[in-house]
């Protein structure tokens, strides 16, 4: 978990023409984002050189965006939790190429007036992709800040209209033994299931994704797609996500279920609120040099303006 990865490629002399125009992108996305503290539009650039795969781009959200370094690429597809492929945060990356992304449907069902089906090329055309660079807290306490593409869940839930009923919303994530030789551990009781509260899933923040730095997700970070729940400890955004299913009952989550006096059902980021086993005070920017000062963990990880309201007048020590 506290291993550091030091970029290894410095700035090329020689410049591939994809690369150069992966330069030119960035340049145009952080100039539309606005001139960055401490991080000029070149920043941007070097750090989405080594991205690889087929493009998936949106358009640039600036509203939702933060205004930080996104974290290089590399960092981002090889300092990786998917419990599945292994424990040792490069294990997602040496094994989930054998995961099976195609074909790939996802069902929604439950409390709706009209469950359905979609396979993933009709997910990837429901709603105009965006890209959102995001803050990822970790409950290990370390975090990344990563260019996602995807759209609001609120996007795909409308299709299938939620009845009264419907106060909760739970993902399911793929479970493919033979190919996932993390499963065969019984770490948590496979396969991975989160949840969220309606108005959660409902948040504009809330992102269904399917895109990193502008091209498909890689296996390890969740193909073909996960969510981005932004406020709330990465392991609330489940990855490689086959059913979604609206509930009435507060349903349990893998994590809650597994060691129930450390994840709770909200997991909202709170530095106020240590984990029984450390500080949730500070976190690690994955990337950072190593004698790097950490950083201030946030309430809500910095997105307390536009979510502290879903939460008025509830006990967030004891609702953790
Ligand atoms: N989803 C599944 N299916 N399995 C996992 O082990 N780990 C979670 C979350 N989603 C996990 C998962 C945790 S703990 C984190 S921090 C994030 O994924 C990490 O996402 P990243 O590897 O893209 O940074």
Redesign the pocket.
């Known amino acids: 978990m506290s291993r550091f990865r030091i970029p290894r490629v410095p700035a090329t002399e020689i410049t591939p023409e994809h690369v150069w125009m992966d330069r030119r992108r960035w340049l145009g996305r952080a100039a539309a984002l606005g001139a960055l503290a401490g991080a000029g539009p070149a920043a941007f650039a070097a750090r989405a050189d080594e991205s690889t795969g087929p493009a998936l781009e949106g358009r640039t959200n600036a509203e939702f965006s933060v205004m930080e370094k996104p974290t290089s690429w590399r960092d981002?597809t090889s300092y990786?939790?998917?419990?599945?492929f292994g424990t040792d945060k490069g294990d997602?990356r040496r094994h989930a190429g054998r995961m099976v992304t195609e074909p790939w449907a996802v069902a929604v069902e439950g409390e709706v007036l009209k469950p359905r089906t979609f396979d993933i090329d009709a997910l990837r055309k429901l709603a105009p992709m965006e890209e959102r660079i995001y803050r990822?807290r970790?409950?290990e306490a370390w975090s990344?800040v990563v260019p996602w593409v995807g759209y609001p869940l609120s996007e795909l839930l409308r299709q299938v209209e939620p009845t009264g009923n419907a106060r909760y919303v739970t993902f399911e994530?793929a479970l493919q033994p033979e190919a996932m030789p993390g499963v065969g551990r019984r770490i948590i009781d496979w396969p991975?299931v989160e949840a969220l509260r309606m108005d959660e899933a409902m948040h504009p923040l809330t992102l269904l994704v399917f895109g990193l730095y502008g091209k498909v997700l890689p296996n390890?970070?969740?193909a073909p797609l996960?969510l981005a729940v932004p406020w709330k400890y990465?392991?609330k955004?489940?990855?490689?996500i086959v059913r979604i299913r609206c509930v009435e009952e507060k349903p349990s989550s893998s994590w809650m279920v597994a060691a129930p006096t450390e994840y709770g059902f909200y997991a909202n980021v709170n530095p106020d609120v240590p984990h029984p086993r450390w500080s949730q005070a500070t976190e690690r920017r994955i990337g950072d040099h190593i004698l790097a000062p950490r950083v201030k963990t946030r309430m809500f990880n910095g997105y307390g303006e536009q979510v502290a309201s879903l939460y008025a007048g509830m006990d967030l020590s004891r609702d953790f």
Do not use: W
């Open positions: 981002i990786n939790n998917f419990y599945e997602p990822l970790c409950v990344m994530t991975y390890q970070n969740g996960r990465g392991f955004s489940g990855k490689s």
